[in-house]
């Protein structure tokens, strides 16, 4: 299996090559070349495997190159980390199927993911001889997820920046609580911005990059989609029954990463995933593509779902990509022009594909408390991010057809929001709960370029 470019600017790729490239170095997004539907027979195997063999089997059709039983290893380290057996287990709840992607280590969906990344990188550095210095800016939930995915790796440090004071308490301790010595948290003396603008100068000094190796976690890494491939493959064969029959999914969005994976997950079980139904909270971007036919820049608004409050969605571009008829010169002057102008529009046909491909709702603050409150009455506590998703998911709901809410954050997580909704704050999970004695380590740096660079020298690899 090869992997080529967005914009069609570099030859095709192992699956090695374009973990370790992250964004293309055309400034495009890595795919597949093509995604070989799942044969009848396949799919009726695959329905008896565990999540861990599921894994397996599915990201072996991605992953060529690794050995099988690299890979096997990999995958059973991963997600050792996670406290529930089943790793992504369905809960019911009033009609509806939560799938519970946060019993890894930082209780939120992301572990998924970055659980494998972490792994996979160590193993091709390993094989390379080759090192890597990770460099991100946070918000709050990708931090962590990053940290806990290659704490105490060989051959790898980490080096993330949040604002200081002005993550959630729980988010620091989080993160600065992880003291090994391949792990160095930065609290800025600055806004998630200003952390985001400096680590995107720094990558921007190529020589520096190249000299520090250094390697980047964002959403946009192909390891990252694929593993979250998996839950909907999983979920969807569990609801959908020997004989076949759909499964709607309804996903929390952000970056369009996570909706994405159910997109790939699709057109890997051929009848088995109907609807994707997009949620987004108010910021309500990919909400208007789907609705008005129109992808255009707004504001970004601060929410209960912070880790949704974005405007630009860097997986877009993969999903435009498909949309396109995979024609990466159209891609390649579509994201110029919208560099230009903040703004891309779509033909009748397109908007038509784009609404078969997906249904969307933004919903709101009230909205979102409102379904935290109603589904705590029944005995299942939401965190915001959920909630945005389950009420978008009751919207768009089909007599007769499972539907799928990905729950993407543990409440307490989220604890201030949720005693919005019902008058207390989440019990703490143990995970959590012996955060606050622990020893922890951060530095706290001013926001300029110079300095963070300085620090990254001094510690990097
Ligand atoms: C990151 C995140 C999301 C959004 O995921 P995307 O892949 O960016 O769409 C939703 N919920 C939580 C809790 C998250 O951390």
Not at 153 to 177: C, D, G, Y
Not at 426 to 449: F, M, N, Q, T
Request: contains cysteine; proline residues 5%; hydrophobic residues 45%.
């Amino acid at each position: 299996m090869k992997y080529i470019s967005t914009r069609g600017g570099i030859a095709p790729i192992s699956f090695s090559e374009a973990v370790m490239m992250g964004l293309a170095t055309d400034g495009g997004l890595l795919l597949p070349e093509t995604v070989i539907p799942a044969t009848p027979d396949e799919i009726e195997a695959w329905q008896r495997l565990s999540y861990q063999d599921l894994a397996c089997a599915v990201i072996s059709r991605f992953a060529d190159d690794i050995p099988a039983g690299d890979l096997r290893e990999l995958i059973d380290r991963s997600y050792a980390t996670f406290t529930h057996p089943e790793i992504t287990p369905l809960v019911e709840v009033d009609g509806l199927h939560i799938l519970e992607l946060f019993h890894g280590p930082t209780l939120a969906f992301k572990d998924v993911a970055l659980q494998f990344l972490g792994n996979v990188f160590e193993y091709l550095l390993k094989k390379s001889g080759g090192r890597m210095n990770i460099l991100g800016a946070t918000s709050g939930d990708t931090g962590s997820a990053a940290i806990y995915g290659v704490r105490g790796k060989a051959r790898i440090n980490i080096f993330i920046l949040h604002p200081h004071k002005r993550v959630s308490p729980i988010q620091e301790l989080q993160m600065t609580t992880v003291t090994d010595p391949n792990v160095f948290n930065i609290a800025l003396q600055g806004t998630f911005d200003d952390g985001q603008a400096i680590v995107k100068a720094i990558f921007n000094d190529l020589p520096f990059k190249e000299k520090y190796a250094l390697g980047a976690v964002n959403s946009i890494n192909w390891a990252r989609i694929l593993a979250q491939v998996v839950y909907y493959v999983h979920a969807a064969l569990k609801l959908s029954g020997p004989a076949g029959g759909v499964v709607d999914f309804s996903v929390p969005t952000g970056n369009f990463g996570d909706i994405f994976a159910g997109h790939v997950a699709r057109l890997l079980l051929p009848g088995r995933i109907g609807r994707l139904i997009l949620a987004t909270n108010e910021n309500d971007l990919l909400a208007r593509f789907v609705n008005d036919g129109e992808y255009s820049l707004g504001k970004v608004v601060q929410t209960s779902s912070p880790s949704m409050d974005i405007q630009v969605a860097s997986n877009f571009e993969r999903y435009l990509f498909y949309l396109y008829g995979q024609d990466a010169a159209r891609v390649r002057a579509a994201m110029a022009g919208f560099g230009a102008s903040g703004r891309l529009a779509f033909s009748a046909d397109e908007h038509g594909q784009v609404r078969r491909d997906f249904a969307a709702s933004s919903v709101s603050q009230a909205e979102t408390l409102a379904t935290i409150a109603a589904f705590y009455r029944q005995g299942y506590l939401l965190d915001p991010h959920t909630a945005v998703g389950v009420k978008a998911g009751l919207e768009f709901r089909r007599a007769g057809i499972p539907l799928v809410c990905l729950a993407t954050a543990h409440p307490a997580k989220f604890g201030a929001a949720v005693a919005e909704a019902i008058g207390r704050e989440p019990d703490l999970p143990p995970a959590l709960a012996g955060l606050a004695g622990k020893a922890s380590r951060c530095e706290v740096l001013v926001a300029e370029i110079g300095v963070i660079m300085g620090f990254v020298e001094q510690n990097a690899l």
